[in-house]
């Protein structure tokens, strides 16, 4: 499978814990992007990198949140002290310079 | 700032038959690219089709076609000969062309496609 795969599918977790997720996306592709989507609507942007170099953050990404993207392969996405209004689909997605977003399956995060 | 408007949350349409879904925009950007993707229930996010703001042609892929208009900012999906695994929810995106191509997505549209 040559896609974009995130990992884990699904977390739980309780407030106030720290949790991570990966993702990696198509091997030749030199652009990453995290989005966040809540149950009904649609997806909403959060960060992308372009290589290793993070050129942009949401207003949404507070600082508990923090993106790397070491060596310009895969990327992790760290949330710290959740909160029960984290619960949400984590997706990464990835393209080559301006070409299309390919999705990975999500990261769905539950905060009890 | 960017918009995407998806007016219909749900939409039902008979198998074989051809349906629209309705996206509206608004953007300041002079140039830009209109995206639909489709998410079935597995939660995945499928590319179909893209259309760029300065391309003259609507695009088109297999059953999927947009009908771009410009001066009403619209950019529709339709589907042609509906199949029972097109019932997905649909969802309109945009960015711009000037670097950041961040998308913007609406609400989406539920398409239930009926035997």
């Known amino acids: 499978d040559t896609g974009v795969s995130q990992d884990p599918r699904h977390k739980i977790t309780k407030r106030g814990q720290n949790v991570t997720f990966r993702c990696d996306p198509i091997s030749e592709h030199n652009r990453l992007y995290w989005y966040r989507q809540t149950l009904g609507q649609g997806p909403e942007f959060l960060t992308y990198?372009?290589?290793?170099?993070?050129?942009?953050k949401s207003r949404l990404l507070s600082d508990r949140f923090s993106a790397e993207r070491p060596k310009g392969s895969f990327s992790t996405l760290e949330i710290q002290r959740t909160e029960q209004g984290d619960s949400a689909m984590y997706l990464c997605?990835?393209?080559?310079?301006?070409?299309?977003?390919?999705f990975g399956p999500g990261t769905r995060l539950t905060v009890t | 700032a960017q918009k995407i408007t998806q007016t219909q949350p749900g939409m039902f349409v008979q198998e074989k038959e051809a349906v629209t879904l309705d996206c509206t925009y608004d953007t300041s950007d002079p140039s830009y690219g209109l995206f639909w993707y489709k998410q079935p229930s597995s939660g995945e996010m499928i590319f179909l089709i893209y259309?760029?703001?300065?391309?003259?042609q609507n695009a088109t892929e297999g059953r999927y076609s947009l009908n771009f208009q410009k001066a009403r900012k619209s950019a529709n999906l339709v589907i042609s000969a509906s199949q029972l695994g097109d019932s997905a929810m649909y969802f309109c995106a945009m960015s711009s062309d000037t670097g950041r191509r961040a998308l913007t997505f609406g609400s989406g549209t539920r398409l239930q496609v009926q035997p």
């Open positions: 990198f372009q290589n290793e170099a993070q050129l942009e």
């Open positions: 997605a990835s393209s080559l310079d301006l070409g299309e977003q390919y």
């Open positions: 259309q760029g703001s300065y391309d003259q």
